[in-house]
């Protein structure tokens, strides 16, 4: 289990971040908005340029969390710069919505630009790796202190890649051990399994596959020979931040299409009574309980379930 961290530890280390943030924001700031726009009414330029098209105050001041008297106030300058332009609405005539002149364009674009070379200077010093990692952790802060709903983001399928296999044993070990209290056994058994795919797997009719929201890695699931007429899915694992987004749904139902395409007339999978999460994703899938057999494994009694699906 990961080790848990104190709320007053947690506020001084988010404090301490704010600050290193707000610097280094504070300085890029000053080197993009050599310009004729305070920092405010960039912002409001950007989200004008690419917020939805019918745009309106009320709109942008959620978007940024800006006061509507200071939005206000800004949204006055840029319009008596001749920045933006307020139009009726289509829907509505009495409702005005906010768009930027031709002049507005022009200054979103060099505003932009000016961001966008700034941000590459800033990032590019940094390895591929560091800014994968870097980016990952973005989207963590955005989604834990956001405070917003989240557009729907789709889960996407991918192919193993080199690291892929150290990361579903860490996570997986993890998650039964804190969730069920499941031992290194179950551990043990993971790598032996994962070490014995990585060594000897056919790609033509053996295959794991990731599953990914966002670039973040959140499932995984392998399907291997049983014998020349049947596939066996193996560790199918969902992250508990992803459950209810049909991941799980997803990584079974590509195991069967593959398995299928790839000649197998059946598919099938050992699991124990206590998931009931994935249970119900193989009974969805058309999955038929074959047998049970009590047994004593990960230092826990348990029910172990053969389930089967004919394709």
Not at 63 to 90: F, H, W
Not at 131 to 157: D, K, Q, S
């Amino acid at each position: 289990m990961t080790e848990s961290t104190s709320l007053p530890r947690a506020v001084s280390e988010a404090r301490r971040f704010t600050r290193f943030y707000t610097s280094f924001v504070d300085a890029l700031s000053d080197r993009m908005l050599r310009s004729d726009f305070s920092l405010p009414q960039a912002r409001v330029i950007h989200e004008i340029a690419t917020g939805p098209r019918q745009v309106q105050a009320a709109d942008i001041a959620r978007a940024l969390r800006m006061d509507a008297g200071q939005l206000s106030r800004v949204l006055a300058s840029l319009e008596e710069a001749g920045v933006v332009e307020r139009e009726p609405t289509e829907a509505n005539a009495k409702r005005l919505r906010i768009a930027l002149t031709e002049t507005g364009q022009a200054a979103f674009r060099s505003l932009d630009g000016m961001s966008t070379r700034q941000m590459s200077a800033a990032l590019g010093v940094l390895t591929p790796e560091d800014r994968t990692r870097l980016i990952r952790a973005m989207r963590l802060i955005t989604r834990l202190l956001g405070n917003r709903p989240h557009p729907a983001v789709p889960v996407e399928l991918r192919a193993l890649e080199p690291g892929d296999l150290g990361w579903v044993i860490r996570q997986q070990s993890r998650l039964y051990a804190a969730e069920y209290g499941w031992n290194h056994e179950y551990e043990a058994l993971v790598t032996r399994i994962l070490g014995d795919f990585a060594s000897q797997h056919d790609p033509s009719c053996e295959r794991g596959w990731i599953a990914e929201i966002d670039g973040d890695p959140v499932g995984a699931v392998f399907v291997v020979r049983k014998d020349d007429r049947t596939a066996q899915l193996r560790l199918l694992h969902v992250e508990g931040a992803a459950r209810g987004r049909g991941v799980g749904s997803q990584l079974v139902d590509q195991v069967i299409t593959f398995s299928r395409g790839a000649g197998y007339q059946r598919v099938e999978l050992w699991t124990n009574d206590v998931l009931r999460a994935a249970r119900r994703i193989y009974i969805q899938a058309g999955f038929q309980l074959m047998r049970e057999e009590a047994h004593h494994s990960f230092g826990k009694d348990l029910n172990g379930q053969f389930w089967g699906l004919d394709l």
